[in-house]
């Protein structure tokens, strides 16, 4: 079994920042892919940003300049720091992770979620 815990999220006002971490367990073989996602109300889930085993990162033209995907492979987290954030960044933020077993099997693996509210 796998489990991805997102945290981090919470109120904060326009212009400000939150950092988003998302923490893999359970039986890891190896990480690949990461990525981050985002649902606001009455919109469909969308990509924010992805990160490879590598370090290798892309964003959607919405966030860059101010969303960064980082990675830390020693502790199976991926992180997501948000900066000058603004109201239509308030959504349900994912993290999504293509996890290998030990037996060699990959699956795609969400979190929970975790809300990110922008609001003065």
């Known amino acids: 079994q796998v489990q991805l815990v997102e945290s981090g999220g919470g109120l904060v006002q326009p212009g400000g920042s939150l950092r988003l971490s998302c923490a893999a367990s359970?039986?890891?073989?190896?990480?690949?892919?990461m990525a981050w996602y985002r649902q606001a109300p009455g919109k469909q889930r969308g990509l924010v940003a992805t990160?490879?085993?590598?370090?290798?990162?892309n964003s959607a033209d919405s966030v860059k300049g101010r969303f960064t995907i980082s990675r830390d492979n020693a502790k199976n987290t991926v992180y997501l720091q948000m900066n000058s954030l603004k109201p239509e960044d308030t959504a349900v933020y994912y993290c999504?992770?293509?996890?290998?077993?030990?037996?060699?099997?990959?699956?795609?693996?969400w979190g929970k979620g975790t809300l990110v509210t922008v609001s003065s």
């Open positions: 999504k992770a293509v996890i290998s077993s030990p037996d060699g099997y990959g699956m795609e693996y």
């Open positions: 359970g039986s890891i073989f190896s990480i690949n892919a």
């Open positions: 990160i490879t085993s590598g370090g290798s990162t």
